[in-house]
């Protein structure tokens, strides 16, 4: 019986084998096993690329500073070479499309493809940028019309337009042209002025995906931000903070009152942050805990709870403990500065303190009553106790849960380190330099122009009176729009009753801050 099984067996291996010396079994075999195979390959890549998650990093404090990501590509991040075309394909929704996102402020270094304040990771198979901390508090001085920029890490983004990105963004993502028709081309011609080329996956799988998901995100957080932008343009320089994470929790923005909405406020300069610890922070002293701040803040570079990069965030902190601004380049009138510093001792030290590194003094930090400071009230309204509460419950179950979000009845009292570099003043940025600052509220500019980078070294801020330079146009400001008062700050007690020549020497020792 098993000689016979094994006789079998040995003819029917024997059969198979002569089958098998047949070339056209052998190609059907190949045919059979070569799509699975195939699909085993693919989909091994596929899991490589949907695993991936690599950020560009950089050894210098600054330079991650400046281009260093807080993990907002994955949630947040628009495709890295889609980003790059969108001024060709959809340049009409950008105030100066020669000049393409230039003209929304952003700042170019020469040898980078991204501006500062915009990262790059690879996730999931996909290069992706967005917005860093540096988009907001960066910027530009010019000594003259002619003369080259100087970048100023730390100090108020006042030429960045955050309202036209939206409004760009928003836009592209309506125009017709928003298709892998358009762009998929645009992103080869890129990518072969490069030295590179698009693969075939990139051009017909991933491009043309991506192209849709972010279209369909953009029109739904367009749908969701539209009763905010029916109002007028902030101008460069500024953010309604708080009604933008209204949106993110969900408020019905269209039911809330009034007053709450269109609320912007100016960027805020963020050197000498260890000083600062303890202190109530934000324009209106919300929050008096710094890595607590940050964290909030880290939201409009992209980031979620489970995403957002504690340990990159954590050295761009440690490295703005001590970080100082820089001290004013231009002549100061020793004379005029020692007069002026009794001038700021009476009337200024003990809210804003004894010198732009010395922070003490009574009210330094602490918030004064919006009844005694009579700045304009919008951006104190908008913050409300039901927004603290929902903030409250960020980052529930984790170690760092917020747990300082409090809802005040004013706007804090701001140490005053690179103040000539802080303009426009108030916290609305409403008045255009330190000079008119110390002029009654009525004799203050009522219109006046944001985003030049030239310096007045005479009223210390911004050259604010011209409308085109080179033809760039500036944002003309109207102290007339709900939000834009330049109220406040005045009377007798904040020095505008002064005689002219105490206001120029108090002027004068403020640019020793």
């Known amino acids: ?31 059979l096993t070569l799509p699975t195979l195939l699909l085993a390959a693919f989909g091994v890549y596929g899991l490589y690329l949907l695993n ?10 600054a330079e991650h500073f400046k281009y260093g990501s807080t993990r907002g590509e994955m949630e947040s991040g628009l495709p890295y070479w889609i980003w790059q075309v969108l001024p060709r394909v959809c340049g009409q929704h950008l105030p100066d499309p020669a000049r393409g996102y230039a003209s929304l402020g952003l700042i170019y270094e020469d040898g980078k493809d991204l501006p500062v304040g915009m990262s790059k990771r690879n996730y999931q198979g996909v290069e992706r940028t967005f917005l860093n901390c540096a988009v907001c508090h960066t910027s530009t001085v010019r000594d003259a019309p002619n003369a080259t920029p ?9 030429r960045f337009n955050v309202w036209g990105l939206q409004k760009f963004l928003f836009g592209c993502a309506r ?27 990139d051009r017909y799988v991933i491009y043309p995906v991506a192209i849709a998901l972010m279209r369909d995100r953009l029109l739904m957080l367009a749908g969701r931000f539209e009763p905010l932008l029916q109002y007028p343009a902030w101008g460069p320089g500024r953010v309604d903070t708080f009604n933008a994470a209204k949106v993110i929790f969900n408020f019905p923005i269209a039911a809330l009152p009034e007053d709450e909405k269109n ?65 004013y380049p231009y002549a100061i009138d020793a004379t005029q500065s020692a007069r002026g ?53 960020l980052y529930a179950g984790y170690p760092w849960r917020f747990r300082h979000f409090r809802k005040t009845y004013g706007y804090a009292n701001m140490p005053l380190d690179g103040l000539w570099l802080r303009a426009p003043y ?54 007339a729009v709900p939000g834009n008062s330049n109220a406040g700050h005045d009377g007798a007690v904040y020095g505008t009753q002064l005689p002219a020549a105490d206001k120029d020497a108090l002027v004068a020792f403020l640019k020793t801050f």
């Open 263 to 327: 609320a912007p406020s100016d960027f805020p300069s963020i050197w000498l942050q260890q000083p600062r610890q303890g202190m109530q922070l934000h324009w209106d002293g919300n929050n008096t805990a710094v890595e607590e701040r940050n964290k909030s803040a880290a939201f409009g570079t992209g980031t979620t709870p489970p995403t957002i990069d504690l340990k990159a965030i954590k050295r761009i902190e440690d490295w703005l403990l001590t970080l100082p601004p820089p001290k």
């Open 150 to 158: 100087r970048i100023v890490l730390g100090m108020p983004g006042n």
């Open 426 to 479: 108030l916290h609305n940025g409403s008045v255009p330099t330190l000079r008119d600052l110390l002029e009654p509220a009525a004799a203050r500019p009522k219109l006046f122009y944001r985003g030049d980078d030239v310096y007045d070294t005479g009223k210390v801020g911004f050259v604010s009176d011209v409308a085109v330079r080179d033809g760039v146009a500036f944002f003309r400001y109207d102290t």
């Open 1 to 31: 019986m098993a000689t016979r099984l094994h006789t079998a067996l040995a003819r029917a291996n024997a059969a198979l084998a002569r089958l098998f010396n047949r070339r056209w079994v052998r190609w059907l075999a190949l045919a």
């Open 52 to 61: 991936r998650n690599s950020a560009v990093t950089y050894a210098d404090a």
């Open 175 to 201: 125009d017709p042209k928003f298709t892998s028709d358009f762009v998929v081309p645009e992103i080869d011609r890129a990518m072969r002025a490069r030295g590179d080329k698009l693969g075939l996956l």
């Open 341 to 393: 510093k009794v001038v700021y001792d009476d009337y200024c030290a003990a809210c804003h303190g004894t010198s732009g590194r010395d922070f003490s003094g009574k009210y330094v930090g602490k918030v004064t009553p919006l009844a005694q400071v009579g700045s304009d009230r919008r951006r104190l309204d908008s913050y409300t106790r039901d927004l603290a509460l929902n903030q409250a419950t």
